[in-house]
């Protein structure tokens, strides 16, 4: 594959290959609602089956830790969406300190998950290995109390794998930003790993939900 | 077999895609699509060989009616893991990895596909998925049969489930990539005047399939992701032990399983779509119906699903309405089906061997098509559920349908890839020792599953025998027509003769290139001011009157 400037020479025009490319995003983001999509109506399953249970599980998250980091995944967003509005102008140095500042933020998120996570593990809710739930002793709430704890741990761990990848997608964003390789004339890659990144927040916005605000009031 | 003595002598182009470059390198690197194209037709013909072993094992075994070469333990294996060679790792990358990849840049006059890293990137998933299921194959098997049902998968199967369960899984992105990387090559990378209403039906065929791929194949993914981490770490998702739901598995994986039938057949019918006017020598009938009917497919496709689950206890209501709709995706299938026959109304046809496999495939298609509608219907599925009937059906499908497509695209577009003919005679022989032998080992069954033989067992009432040892009989002639294009094909890349940019004649855009192509396919870049399938009108074809007797096909054996 040959390549002149920015061209790859498959491609006739710029505008060929960014009209790809973003098309070619959509469809990974489509397959990627699909994906979610199987664990959601896991979800949604169980919760309609067992509701009085999930509630009492839901409870035991942290709101305080949950909502700091919907407030950070979201502020994340913005700093992305701001990098691509600097690539589009041309703003050369505002794109890496916005693409540094979302890197942090999402750095942020997944250091407080993991400060959840260990809570977690502290007390003992988490199926597979030892498990206890203060609420009912019996063996079915105990069950059920694990298939919420493994719904909670399948649903945000497949999220914080998407972060771990979108982190990635930044520190490789933010090397070839310091090269100025970002211009109003060629920025896909800065618009694209951003529509990632918006989508792995929106997944956030409907997990947060769902996992944490089960009835509470 | 004709004598057509004034045929130009053809020669092979200087430079061509397969000796650009030399070395292992310039192959297992390489972004060109039709090289992908040819290192996946390597591996899905591997994986068809390893399936294939183990359905000549199974035949050989109920030729007894005590079952006569494994204990029925080994018998759940056998059947379990030729059904997960063949579906995903052969049936399901066959048409749209090998034919899909060599071919949607050619017909629609682009240098390659839109991501040509990615495209070499999902040959490679596809080998790691393989390497996963071939591991779980020697170490220990793999019994659930191929639809890991819940909690027999998830709990109490001792066979190596999680390697074959995390293959399929990996396997599942080479599909969604592959998928990805046809859609937007469709929309962005089309030649100056390739409109979508002059795209080959074979592009409208690959581009519903790629619409399955990138919708279905998420969903399995994530299922069977869920089965994995509930039997390493003892979860509950869908054990009805610890309150999961099994049925919910069941919904989820024939949510892709239905429509991944369509990812077989479909790509076959736009083969067949391609064969047909070619060899009547007269422009497809209903174009914009056979192209709104690839798509109408992939949409209801997804709508059916629940019609393998009648017997589960769903509500009578849901039973209903599954088993109206997959009636409707009759409709579509039978337009197609009625627009190939009048294309052959009146048409000049000649019965080379592509043609062959082609009417083989409407032949078949109709019987596994109509023998689908006994079991949509409700009172007639709680008969024949679970029984031969079934199996008879799905592989009048996927091997009378899918597999009969893909040979006979392998004959129609192998001067183009090889840039060579195969010898003519010889492969019309092997396409009706094929069509015999097909019949031969599934019509039978149809009479087993009727008579109520229930499937996946390993023994069966005496009475039953007769027709089992026809299926077997059947079984080792379809392995000769299986075996003979594979020798006569090989054979051909060496000593067949040259084919020339145009052998058949047809119209599409790939045949306006050398054969092999050049590695950029085009020498210019095409502009496409005909519309297709336009064989009355093509003068640059000699097929401008349809009076005057038209050219006849070049052959290996002229």
Known sequence: MHRTGELYGHFQTMEQQKDSATLGMWIFLSTEILFFGGLFLTYTVNRHTYAAIFAECSKSLDLKLGGFNTVVLIASSLTMAMSVWSAQVGKKKLVTLFLILTLFLGCVFLGVKAIEYHAKYVEHHIPGLPFEFEVGSD?????????????????????????????????WLIRQSLKGRFTPEYNTPVENIGLYWHFVDIVWIYLFPLLYLIDRH | MSTSSTAPVQTLPREHYLNATYGIRSWLLTTDHKRIALLYLASVTFFFFVGGIFATMIRIHLLT????????????????????????????????????????????????????????????????????????????????????????????????????????????????????????????????GMTWFRLPLFIWAQYATSIIFILGTPVIAITLLLVGLERMFHLGFFNPALGGDPILFQHLFWFYSHPAVYIMVLPAMGVVSEI??????????????????????????????????????????SALAFSLLSYLVAIPSAIKVFNWASTLYKGSISYDTPMLYALGFIGLFLIGGLTGLFLACLGLDIHIHDTYFVVAHFHYIMVGGAVMGYVGGLHFWWPKITGKLYPEFLARVAAVILFIGFNLTFFPQFILGYLGMPRRYHNYPPEFQVLNVMSTAGASILALGYLLPMIYLTWSMRYGKVAGPNPWPATGLEWRTDSPPPADNFHVTPEVDWEPYDYNNRPDLGLAAPLAPSPAPAHGDD
């Open chain 2, 276 to 317: 047909i006017p070619t060899f009547a020598r007269k422009p497809i009938f209903g174009y914009s119906f056979i192209a709104g009917s690839s798509i109408a497919i992939a949409v209801i496709g997804f709508l059916v699903w629940a019609h393998h689950m009648f017997l589960t206890g769903q509500s009578t209501y």
């Open chain 2, 65 to 192: 009616p005590t079952g006569y070469l494994v204990t029925p333990e080994n018998y759940n294996k056998l059947f379990t893991m030729h059904g997960v060679a063949m579906i995903f790792f052969f049936l399901i990358p066959s048409i749209p990895a090998v034919m899909g990849n060599f071919l949607v840049p050619m017909m629609i006059g682009a240098k390659d596909v839109a991501f040509p890293r990615i495209n070499l990137l999902s040959w490679y998933i596809y080998l790691i998925g393989g390497c996963f299921v071939l591991y779980s194959f020697s170490t220990g098997g793999l019994d659930t049969g191929w639809t890991f049902y819940t909690p027999l998968s998830s709990v109490y199967s001792n066979s190596a489930v999680t390697p074959a369960v995390m293959g399929i899984f990996i396997n599942g992105f080479s599909s969604i990539l592959t998928g990805m990387n046809f859609v937007v090559t469709i929309h962005t990378m089309r030649a100056p």
């Open chain 1, 139 to 171: 063996v079915a709430t105990n069950a059920h109390a694990q298939l919420f704890f493994s719904l909670y741990f399948g649903m945000t761990g497949l999220h914080a794998t998407h972060m771990v990848v979108g982190a990635g997608l930044l520190v």
